[in-house]
């Protein structure tokens, strides 16, 4: 699922970059529920507002494009809508607020791409959504939150890139959502802070991937989530703390990989898990690693190579 997440993805920020925009534009196909396109562009525009809203309307397609302009606002709620597309594209443009809300809305793509954008706030929400696949990159753009939430929404996925993007946060949370993926990518990024919180949801897939990049934090906590992987990777990457918490999750797999990287603390617990793996090697100095199990038939293998 992640590969085909993964193209979708790669689809949307693609056609962020399609040219022709006008300054606003929307398009309904005539005798139809739904099919509506709408296209905002805002180019050497500060200041701006943007609501779309889909209620009821299906196989919606929404473009947003701020090139050169600041302090905009956009906001897109699919409600009881299936098959939108939505892509909002920051561009050299610094402190834009993008909030996108699936309501009861399934087989969404989200697309939110920041390039050379700075102080950058982006939420998703998929309420009671399924299907739904989220995708929000940040090139060379500090200072940037974001925010993905899936409540009762299952067997979607959520991909979050930081490339030379420095002090971002990231959040992602998955409540009674079950057969998620989420991957998280700090690439020459750092001082960022992921978290992942599964909460009552099983069989989710989390991987955090820290590249050169130094000073992160990262924490995932599977609470009453069965059957979870989570995969965190620092490779030349300093000072990372790694926090992984399986409370009363049975079947879960935990690796940590410090490769090449000094002086990160890496924590697991698992509490009243049962049957669950943990493997964290170090291959790198002045590293320390806690594991604690509070269960029956769990596995823990510790390697320290250098």
């Known amino acids: 699922m992640i590969i085909n997440r993964w193209a979708a993805r790669a689809v949307l920020i693609g056609a962020l970059a399609l040219p022709g925009m006008g300054t606003a534009h929307a398009a309904t196909t005539a005798g139809k529920p739904g099919h509506n396109d709408a296209v905002v562009s805002n180019l050497n525009g500060n200041a701006n507002h943007i609501k779309i809203a889909n209620l009821l309307a299906n196989a919606n397609k929404i473009k947003v494009v701020n090139s050169n302009a600041n302090h905009n606002n956009t906001a897109v709620q699919n409600a009881h809508s299936d098959d939108n597309t939505t892509a909002v594209g920051n561009s050299h443009a610094n402190h834009n607020n993008t909030a996108v809300g699936n309501d009861h809305s399934n087989s969404n793509l989200t697309g939110v791409g920041n390039h050379h954008a700075n102080g950058n706030d982006t939420a998703v929400g998929n309420e009671h959504a399924d299907h739904n696949a989220v995708g929000v990159s940040n090139s060379h753009a500090n200072g940037n939150n974001t925010a993905v939430g899936n409540h009762h929404a299952d067997n979607n996925s959520v991909s979050v890139g930081n490339s030379d993007a420095h002090g971002n946060d990231t959040a992602v949370a ?133």
């Open 174 to 306: 998955n409540d009674h959502a079950d057969h998620n993926d989420v991957v998280v990518s700090n690439d020459d990024a750092n001082g960022n802070n992921t978290g992942v919180h599964n909460a009552g949801s099983s069989h989710n897939t989390a991987v955090v991937s820290n590249n050169d990049a130094h000073h992160n934090n990262t924490a995932v906590d599977n609470h009453d989530a069965d059957h979870t992987t989570t995969v965190v990777s620092n490779n030349a990457s300093n000072g990372n703390d790694t926090a992984v918490s399986n409370a009363h999750a049975t079947g879960s797999t935990t690796v940590v990989s410090n490769n090449g990287s000094n002086a990160n603390g890496t924590a697991v617990s698992n509490s009243g898990t049962g049957n669950s793996t943990t493997v964290v090697a170090n291959s790198s100095d002045h590293n320390s690693t806690s594991v604690t199990n509070n269960g029956d038939g769990n596995t823990v293998v510790v390697s320290n190579n250098g």
